[in-house]
T-cell receptor, first 109, second 115 residues
Framework: GIQVEQSPPDLILQEGANSTLRCNFS?????LQWFHQNPWGQLINLFYIPSGTKQNGRLSATTVATERYSLLYISSSQTTDSGVYFCAVDETSGSRLTFGEGTQLTVNP | DGGITQSPKYLFRKEGQNVTLSCEQNLNHDAMYWYRQDPGQGLRLIYYSQIVNDFQKGDIAEGYSVSREKKESFPLTVTSAQKNPTAFYLCASSTRRQGLNQPQHFGDGTRLSIL
């Protein structure tokens, strides 16, 4: 099956800093989603981005499908951005998501 | 409000006991999914269903069972055959629009623990 690798595994920032999270995948994908899991376990959709670039406030994402990677940018980080960020991909038309291991982000005040 | 409701939020199981986790959605989505998450790890697919009365095994289906009798509901039973059931269970749903898969949306999860 498809492999999904996220980096870095852990990231500690000061409030106001910018960061880039990376997701590499081993095969062509039909679907790629970025999620934020908060400390209560809720999984929040950030982006649905099988290709191209999208922006939503301080967050933006870019997927280069031909090179099999996606990047999540967080600008002017806030303490509420803390949590785990997951990348998930679907290599088939059946919407079976395969998740990476996540990036644990801690934003200190 | 439209969304996915999982219940209960916390569940305790005795050894040898089957338990059923509930997942209901009012988004009119065709497809529903069950994932398991262990501490410090990503989610792994247990079962999924793309249409009523049909479902497929995911990557870790052993020790679990599901049914899909209604579009809105996709309950997951954790059987006594599941040797390590303590985990966080998440349900999701999605639809297709103009032939394209749409993003999956998740419920708030159920935490299952063994007594």
């Amino acid at each position: 099956g498809i492999q999904v690798e996220q980096s870095p595994p852990d990231l500690i920032l000061q409030e106001g800093a910018n960061s880039t999270l990376r997701c590499n995948f081993s095969d062509s994908v039909n679907n790629l989603q970025w999620f934020h899991q908060n400390p209560w376990g809720q999984l929040i959709n950030l982006f649905y981005i099988p290709s191209g670039t999208k922006q939503n406030g301080r967050l933006s994402a870019t997927t280069v499908a031909t090179e099999r990677y996606s990047l999540l940018y967080i600008s002017s980080s806030q303490t509420t951005d803390s949590g785990v960020y997951f990348c998930a991909v679907d290599e088939t038309s059946g919407s079976r998501l395969t998740f990476g291991e996540g990036t644990q982000l801690t934003v200190n005040p | 409000d439209g969304g996915i409701t999982q219940s209960p939020k916390y569940l305790f199981r005795k050894e040898g006991q089957n338990v059923t986790l509930s997942c209901e959605q009012n988004l009119n989505h065709d497809a529903m999914y069950w994932y398991r998450q262990d501490p410090g790890q990503g989610l792994r697919l247990i079962y999924y269903s793309q249409i009523v009365n049909d479902f497929q095994k995911g990557d870790i289906a052993e020790g679990y069972s599901v049914s899909r009798e209604k579009k809105e509901s996709f309950p997951l039973t954790v059987t006594s055959a599941q040797k390590n059931p303590t985990a966080f269970y998440l349900c999701a749903s999605s639809t297709r629009r103009q032939g394209l898969n749409q993003p999956q949306h998740f419920g708030d999860g159920t935490r299952l623990s063994i007594l």
